[in-house]
């Protein structure tokens, strides 16, 4: 009988997507908790979903828990993990008097993100810093900002640029790189600052996105944390673990991103010892399980691997399979059954993958989408069409409710684009057909 995974999303990401098809090829009976516009629709891969509530999250995770029993959780996102961790601390309040249902759910989000002990630390960029500090990681100089008065002593001693960011944000969205003290200012109040209702309900109407209906009602204000800024270049690691071991990684050189603070397009598969190192390092001190990554800048003139941040969810790139000991869903696969990991055979040999949309709807143009492996999903054509669709209008990685962020460019037609996005690679003949005749 094939374990149970439920991977929760509170966002239209493509990446989850991909990951819920990723995790059911390893094995994984995949069901999902998610908006209702998000892609996985298109694809075959949950067998069943559970409709995601923004003005009742937690109500809603604890619905879809009961029901789909599962051997193992995913989150596909910041606000979805920090809604596990605050289910765990209330499960006997979700659990309706019921012993076995409140036992179900501290039991399978500990199983599947790790100590609960941790979980303060993966939602507080400061605390995860001064954690990798104590464990002797090379880590930029950091400080959690309370008022603007703390911002103008972090500057007066740090000087510029800096690194501002917001707690609870990914993908780009709470960072700002600041040059001057207007920029710095203006960009700490806008980061400490809750959602507006106002905000948050439009995009609830018009982009069916709930996702700030929670932050905005609750009022609370995000913590903002100031650090110095490494000149280099960013790379990440993505890994699965499970009760503090590392079983599978993944490390990235980033060579293109959607915007200056966005996520990334075009990473190129890198071996860094002190990367590794430091993964392996924060894992077992933080007891972690699941999957989850950590961004590092490789500073310019020595090569150095700082530590920057932990992403406490699956990344955009976790659905990548490149061989043994580089397969997270097969890795995970295997620590849930007990059996041996079998991963599956690389998709590519070449270093350098354009990830599929991001690089396309960033650069249609792009030199990268000849040069390297560009990773789209024939195998799931009606995936590749919406992706194709939604690019006319936003974003192709963040979806419906981050329209701005990034590139939005309105692609050629269906038909022209299906042959564009294919890049040095040919779509399989089935693939294309169902997408051209679109």
């Not at 601390?89 to 501290?106: D, F, I, P, Q, V």
């Not at 789209?376 to 990685?397: D, F, I, K, N």
Request: net charge positive.
């Amino acid at each position: 009988m094939k374990p149970t995974v439920l991977l929760v999303t509170t966002k239209n990401w493509v990446p989850t997507a991909r990951l819920a098809v990723a995790l059911g090829n390893a094995g994984f009976r995949v069901e999902a908790l998610c908006p209702r516009q998000h892609p996985v629709h298109t694809t075959e891969a949950a067998s069943r979903t559970y409709a995601y509530r923004g003005l009742a999250p937690l109500a809603a995770l604890a619905r879809a828990i009961a029901t789909a029993k599962p051997d193992l959780i995913v989150s596909g996102d910041d606000l979805a993990t920090e809604q596990l961790h605050e289910l765990h601390r209330r499960r006997e309040a979700y659990a309706g008097g019921s012993k076995e249902l409140g036992s179900l759910l501290g039991n399978v989000i500990e199983r599947s993100l790790g100590a609960p002990a941790a979980f303060a630390v993966a939602q507080a960029r400061g605390a995860f810093m001064k954690l990798a500090r104590e464990e002797g990681i090379r880590v930029p100089e950091t400080a959690l900002l309370a008022t603007g008065d703390d911002l103008g002593r972090w500057v007066e001693r740090a000087g510029f640029p800096t690194v501002l960011k917001a707690d609870g944000t990914s993908g780009g969205e709470g960072v700002r790189i600041v040059r001057t003290a207007v920029e710095a200012q203006s960009a700490f109040g806008q980061l400490h600052s809750a959602p507006l209702l106002a905000r948050a309900l439009k995009r609830a109407l018009l982009d069916q996105d709930r996702t700030l209906l929670w932050p905005a009602l609750s009022r609370r204000k995000p913590a903002v944390s100031a650090q110095d800024f490494i000149e280099g270049h960013e790379a990440n690691s993505t890994v699965a673990c499970w009760k503090g071991d590392v079983l599978a990684s993944l490390h990235f050189e980033v060579l293109r991103k959607s915007s200056a603070a966005g996520h990334a397009t075009v990473v190129r598969s890198m071996e860094n010892p002190e990367m590794s190192a430091a993964v392996q390092t924060m894992v077992r001190r933080m007891g972690l399980s699941g999957i989850c990554g950590f961004d590092f800048m490789l500073e310019a003139n020595t090569g150095n691997a700082y530590l920057i941040e932990i992403n406490p969810r699956a990344t955009q790139v976790g659905h990548l399979a490149l061989g043994a000991g580089r397969d997270l869903p097969a890795a995970l696969w295997a620590a849930v059954t007990g059996h041996p990991s079998v991963a599956a055979r690389a998709v590519t040999a070449n270093d350098t993958i354009a990830l599929f949309p991001q690089e396309w709807a960033r650069d249609p143009q792009s030199e990268f989408l000849r040069s390297a492996y560009h990773d789209v999903p024939w195998g799931t054509p009606e995936l590749v069409h919406a992706c194709m669709r939604r690019s006319r209008q936003q974003s192709a990685w963040y979806g419906r409710g981050e329209r701005g962020r990034g590139t939005a460019l309105a692609p050629p037609s269906v038909k022209a684009a299906a042959a564009q996005v294919g890049g040095a690679q040919t779509p399989p003949e089935s693939a294309a057909n169902r997408i051209t005749a679109r």
